[in-house]
Structures are given as structure tokens and as C-alpha cells.
């Protein structure tokens, strides 16, 4: 009789595949209250690993940490009419405080725009003092109607970049090089996951925005998942709270804005972008363990050389793991490794080290071959690389393969019944993406013809991507 699988395969129930992944790799549980996550070790250390990546990449934009509090007094969210209106349905409100009924209702921030132009207008005075340019690392709360483990969290963990700036040009193109040098550049080159990026139609804009950038993914399941935004939020939020500076021509100005973020939900993104009926594929440039280096047996020569080689990898750069647990049965702890995804397992037993080898798996490429132990620094290092190309490779030709061009609402409804579907947004229009949302189709974004990010919304030659999505 044949052993059911660990997992739920993909091809039965790809929302249960996912569960059962998140909860065998042990990367969260559901908290108490509906909505909410614990993130185990694990999953923490997948985020810990994104967090250092992104915030590197923040500050080589010139953009430095700060915090701001958690609770916002409702009053400043009614500044910005449009914004508030976008986040009500979410927010939640602390009414009592102390034993006491609040004299003014507090908000759990949802996006902290509102509190940060609060100081921006206090430590703003003159063109000196910009461009103005902030990042803080957080949680927020949304309250979630659907929730799903990282994709959708009452509360999650993210960054919020917030700048001002003398212009709407340097505004713009500050929010454009955040789009394309922190998140493009994280996403493809350590998230190995091939996101697309454009613009969003004026009906999926950030709420008090004129321009959101915004980065889509296809997922293994042909759906599709925001994967960050950075938005150009014009005078909106300066003019609410009355941001101004002194101008080198001497006159009194508004300052420009951006704001830009991404989340937890990049941890989603990862399970569902590179996991497979095995578990998880993490890419070499992001994974907190590089290398794990098994002993089969607990010969004592044997645990000597994992020990050993272990100790050769980690001198080499290799994020390693030495797994010398042979209390517990060798191919348990294989499983483990494989549904956690770590890129490469070094498995040494007696006959191994009898024939100067190390058996060498691959989890992403998969297969198995010895290699000799004075060489296996070198050929993990070569394997960790190949391995990072090859699923950014896989993540474009899925996407290739999935993405269809059609020319009117029942082919594009069609289209993202498997994948994408590319239509011209001067065929499809506000209307036609009205129609397309009434069938749980949504515009992902506008790119143009070649695939770069429009400068508008109605520039000739715009296509709609259009897609379901998380």
C-alpha cells in the first residue's frame, strides 16, 4: 500500500497545499484572534533574510530608519478625504483605554501616511531640509475579512518608505527608483521570482495617490500577487497637513510626496512561487541555511567529518546547519530539510567517508551525486548559483507560458481562469474593467507595448494585465 503523501499534491488542492506547507515546514500558526499569525523560527528567518536584503538596498536610496507610534488619533485620517474612505472598512478602532471611555477614538495604524505628515510638517522649513527621507520597519493592522497566512493578515510586518520632496519630479522619479532598484531588483535577483512591473489603473491606486507602481507575480497556480507598490502621493497629504517649505525663490511651497511598501506577504509569495509536492524551494541568496551537512549514522568519525566539513563551508561564506541528531532516524530528518527547502543536503555516512565522498542533494534542481570531499566547497558554491538562475528561469517561463494576448472581456475572463491575459487598455477602459471585476478578474497593470512602466494611465499603447489574484 502506498504512503499518502506528506502534502496535499498541487494538482488536487492548491489552497490546501499551501496550508499544509506552512504548518510542515513550521513556518506559522494561526493566532488567537481570527486574522492574526505566529511566525515560527523558521518563517521568521525567511523574513529576517528579505528584511536585510530590502533594508540594504533602502539605505543605498538614501533613505534612513525612524519609528512612529501604532496608535493615530482618528482625526488625522479624516485630513485626507479620499484616504480615509479607502482604509475604513479596515481600521480598527480603540475606543477604551485605562478602565476609560477614550475622549477621541485612537486608530491601530493601517499605513502610517497620515502620522508621519503629521511631523513631516513640523520638521520641514526650508528646500535645506529635503528631500525628506524616511523608512521605518513595523506592523500594521487591516481588518481582514479573508484572512490567509501571509497573504492576508489582520496584522502583518512590514517597511513604509515615506519622503517629501522640492518637486513633482524628483517625487516621481524617487518613487520609480525605489519600484526598480529596491523591490525589482530584490524580487528577481535574491526572491529569483520574475515580477512584472507597471502601473496601476486609476480603480487599484493607493487610496490619496495619482500614481501607484506596483510589482505582480505569477504564482505556481497562475494567479496572481502584488508583491510591493511605491506611489506618487502628488500635494495630497502635504496640503491636509499643511506641509510646506521656503523655496529658494523665497516663496512659500507644498512639498511632494511618495510612499512605498512591502510585506510579510513576500513570504506567501515565496511558498507559492517556487513550492513544489515536496515542500518548499527556497533560493540560495535569500535561504538562512545554505548547506545542511547530514550524518547518517552516529559513528564518531563520521559526526567528526560533518563536523569538519561543516566548519570548511561555513569558512567559506556558506550559510550552514551541521545535523548531527542521529538520534532521530536519518530519513525523517531528510523529509524535514526537503519540506523546509534548503537549497543543498551533504549526506556522510560510513561508506561515504570510507570512499572520501559526500553525497550531494540538490532540492531545487533535485537529483543526488557524490563529491569528493576536498572539492565540495567549490561544487556547492558552483550548485547555489546555478540553483538561484534556474528558478528565476522557471518563474519567467511560467509566466511566458501562462500569459495569453486577447481582445475582448470573455477571452481575458478565460485567460485568467489559468494565467494572465495582456489586453489593450484602450479596449478594455475603466468600463471593461468594471465588467472584468463583476467575474473576480481584476487589471494588475498597465505596462506598455515592450513591457516597460507606462508614464500614464491613457498613454497610447498601454496593455492591461489581467488576472485573478491573492
Known amino acids: 500500500m502506498a504512503k499518502a503523501p506528506i502534502l496535499t499534491p498541487q494538482a488536487d488542492d492548491f489552497p490546501r497545499w499551501y496550508q499544509d506547507l506552512i504548518g510542515k515546514a513550521e513556518l506559522a500558526d494561526n493566532g488567537p484572534v481570527r486574522g492574526t499569525m505566529v511566525i515560527r523560527p523558521y518563517g521568521y528567518a525567511l523574513w529576517e533574510r528579505m528584511q536585510s536584503e530590502v533594508d540594504g538596498r533602502i539605505k543605498d536610496a538614501g533613505a534612513q530608519n525612524a519609528y512612529f507610534p501604532m496608535f493615530i488619533p482618528e482625526n488625522y485620517l479624516t485630513r485626507e478625504a479620499e484616504h480615509v474612505e479607502g482604509f475604513s472598512p479596515e481600521l480598527a478602532v480603540v475606543t477604551h483605554g485605562g478602565g476609560k471611555k477614550l475622549e477621541e477614538p485612537v486608530v491601530v495604524r493601517p499605513t502610517s501616511e497620515t502620522i508621519i505628515n503629521e511631523y513631516f510638517s513640523k520638521w520641514v522649513q526650508s528646500y535645506r531640509d529635503l528631500p525628506l527621507l524616511i523608512n521605518q520597519w513595523a506592523n500594521v493592522v487591516r481588518w481582514e475579512l479573508r484572512p490567509r497566512v501571509f497573504l492576508r493578515t489582520t496584522e502583518f510586518l512590514w517597511q513604509e518608505g515615506h519622503t517629501a520632496h522640492v518637486s513633482y519630479e524628483d517625487a516621481r522619479d524617487y518613487a520609480a527608483r525605489i519600484h ?173 567517508l570510507e570512499g572520501g565522498t559526500a553525497m550531494l542533494a540538490r532540492r531545487i534542481a533535485g537529483g543526488k551525486s557524490p563529491v569528493p570531499l576536498d572539492s565540495v566547497v567549490e561544487t556547492v558554491a558552483s550548485v547555489l548559483e546555478e540553483d538561484q538562475a534556474l528558478l528565476l528561469t522557471q518563474s ?75
Open 180 to 352: 526598480r532598484e529596491v523591490y525589482g531588483d530584490f524580487m528577481r535577483n535574491v526572491l529569483a521570482i520574475d515580477v512584472v512591473l507597471g502601473r496601476k489603473t486609476a480603480r487599484e491606486r493607493f487610496a490619496g495617490a495619482i500614481n501607484t507602481l506596483t510589482l505582480e507575480a505569477m504564482m505556481g497556480d497562475g494567479k496572481a500577487l502584488q508583491m510591493g507598490t511605491s506611489h506618487e502621493l502628488g500635494q495630497n497629504f502635504a496640503k491636509a497637513f499643511d506641509t510646506q517649505f521656503l523655496a529658494d525663490n523665497g516663496e512659500r511651497e507644498y512639498v511632494w510626496q511618495t510612499s512605498w511598501g512591502t510585506s510579510t506577504r513576500m513570504v506567501g509569495g515565496l511558498i507559492l512561487s517556487h513550492g513544489d509536492d515536496n515542500g518548499l524551494r527556497v533560493p540560495p541568496r535569500l535561504a538562512p541555511t545554505q548547506a545542511v551537512v547530514m550524518a547518517i549514522k552516529g559513528d564518531e568519525p563520521v559526526v567528526a567529518a560533518v563536523r569538519e566539513l561543516g566548519d570548511r563551508l561555513k569558512a567559506a561564506g556558506v550559510r550552514v546547519v551541521v545535523d548531527d541528531k542521529t538520534d532521530t532516524p536519518f530519513g525523517r530528518r531528510a523529509v524535514d530539510w526537503e519540506l523546509k527547502g534548503v537549497p543543498v543536503r551533504l549526506e556522510i555516512g560510513p561508506r561515504d
Open 396 to 470: 519567467a517561463e511560467r509566466r511566458v507560458a501562462r500569459t495569453v494576448d486577447v481582445a475582448s472581456i470573455d477571452e481575458a475572463v478565460e485567460a485568467a481562469a489559468t494565467g494572465w491575459g495582456r489586453i489593450p487598455w484602450a479596449d478594455l477602459g475603466p468600463e471593461g474593467e468594471a465588467k472584468l471585476a463583476e467575474q473576480g478578474v481584476s487589471v494588475r497593470c498597465l505596462v506598455t507595448a515592450d513591457g516597460g512602466v507606462p508614464e500614464a494611465d491613457d498613454q497610447p499603447g498601454n496593455i492591461a494585465i489581467v488576472a485573478r489574484a491573492y
